[in-house]
């Protein structure tokens, strides 16, 4: 597995979205950025908000696209190719359907699953070989349903749940970064 330079949080611009299941990823991804003691700056020509943290060939980059969900590929290709990043050295972090609030899974490759902002990842980059990590927001019972739930509120409880979840994969970032993938994922997926 390739070294990790970039990680990618997805989700919905705007303060009407901030607080809505769909942005998981951004949450996890201000997290870190906190964690780090690093801010966001609004980069227009890559249509996205950046935070780089150490320097040199250490540089982590954390990039946010600006636009909607369902076209994160546009910016995130820009932002890769601007600073010549594969897509095998980035771990993209997003809300997940399958899993429910409080599961959090590291995946190495795969399909789309369905998810939107994965899908126009898929059309705008080169490669879909990056990593990604699966934040759990829970399906609400029917496909009918989704959307609402994606773009709603998660729970007092729902909340607590991924809010622990995002704490667990932030302290598993230094292996993810360090190579140590196999690592990560053991002490993620056997944590209760």
Sequence with gaps: MASIRAIVGLGNPGPQYADTRHNAGFWFLER???????????????DGELAT???????????????????????????????????SEVLVAYDELDLEPGDVRLKQGGGHGGHNGLRDLFRHLPAT????????????????RVTGHV?????V?????????????L???PDVLSGHW???VKQLHTAA
């Design 32 to 46: 870190l950025a906190d964690r780090r003691g690093v801010s966001f700056r609004a980069e227009s020509k890559l």
């Design 53 to 87: 943290h150490g320097v040199g060939d250490g540089r982590l980059f954390l990039f946010k696209p600006a636009s909607f969900m369902n076209e994160s590929g546009g910016p995130v290709g820009k932002f890769l190719r601007y600073y010549r990043i594969e897509p």
């Design 129 to 144: 070989d990056f990593a990604r990590l699966r934040i759990g927001i829970g399906h609400p019972g029917h496909k009918d």
């Design 151 to 155: 773009l709603g509120r998660p729970s």
């Design 157 to 169: 409880a729902e909340n607590r749940a991924i809010d622990d979840a995002i704490d667990r994969a």
């Design 171 to 173: 302290d598993q970032v």
């Design 182 to 184: 196999n690592r990560a």
